[in-house]
């Protein structure tokens, strides 16, 4: 399976602290994703990042990834309680659909 | 902005009945998702659509499910008869030609089976 696992299943930390959630994956991968969840709602897409890219920047986001090590990161910088949400991760390989991870649910406590 | 939306928000039967979840992906989109995310686990891909036809399925999506693209707009999965572990929240998600991996959510339908 190319699932992606989360890690840490759950995170806790103040408003304006810096975030890192990782993500590892088990084969090839094409692309790797990031989507965010509030409670009770839908998936939001984040960033992408291509299996030939090493780091990404979005706003406070920043993804890097590491095809040697099957893993990649997602850091949320000088975060705000609205950022208080479940992150997942999600890979896909050509002809084949997106695996998502079981999610890092954030806390950022005010 | 467009968006991916889903009806209804909240869907309560009986074990052993159909059901049927409602999607309407983004206007120019042209692959289509359902997933489906049980409380507080992850999220698990169901079927994946594509020039009116399945392009993928999981081991989920068994004879007691189906998709169908009535119309141009509409984008279905039903569930012919419904089990306890059908309990589940169902989302219905679109992807354009040009950027095909980036899959856009509905809101999702809250499916309770009793």
């Known amino acids: 399976s190319q699932q992606g696992e989360e890690d840490p299943q759950a995170l806790s930390i103040q408003e304006g602290e810096n975030a890192t959630m990782n993500c590892s994956y088990k084969?090839?991968?094409?692309?790797l994703q990031w989507y965010r969840q509030n409670s009770g709602r839908g998936l939001v897409h984040l960033i992408l990042?291509?299996?030939?890219?090493r780091e990404k920047h979005s706003g406070r986001l920043r993804v890097t990834l590491d095809t040697s090590k099957k893993s990649s990161s997602l850091l949320i910088t000088a975060s705000r309680a609205a950022d208080t949400a479940s992150y997942f991760c999600?890979?896909?390989?050509?002809?084949?659909?997106?695996?998502f991870g079981p999610g890092t649910r954030l806390s950022v406590l005010p | 902005e467009p968006e991916v939306t889903q009806t209804p928000s909240h869907q309560v039967t009986q074990m052993g009945q159909e059901v049927i979840l409602r999607c309407v992906p983004i206007?120019?989109?042209?692959?289509f998702y359902w997933y489906r995310q049980i409380l507080g686990q992850k999220v698990e891909f169901l079927v994946s659509?594509?020039?009116?036809?399945?392009?993928?399925k999981s081991e989920i999506f068994d004879d007691q499910f189906s998709v169908e693209r009535p119309d141009g707009s509409n984008f279905t999965l039903k569930i012919r008869s419904t089990k306890l572990e059908d309990s589940a929240m169902y989302f219905c998600?679109?992807?354009?030609?040009?950027?095909?991996?980036?899959?856009?959510f509905g809101s999702g339908t809250q499916l309770s089976v009793l």
């Open positions: 990042i291509r299996s030939n890219e």
């Open positions: 206007s120019n989109h042209l692959y």
């Open positions: 084969t090839s991968i094409n692309n």
């Open positions: 999600a890979t896909s390989s050509y002809g084949q659909n997106f695996v």
């Open positions: 998600a679109s992807s354009s030609q040009g950027e095909a991996e980036k899959l856009f």
């Open positions: 659509f594509y020039n009116n036809e399945i392009s993928e």
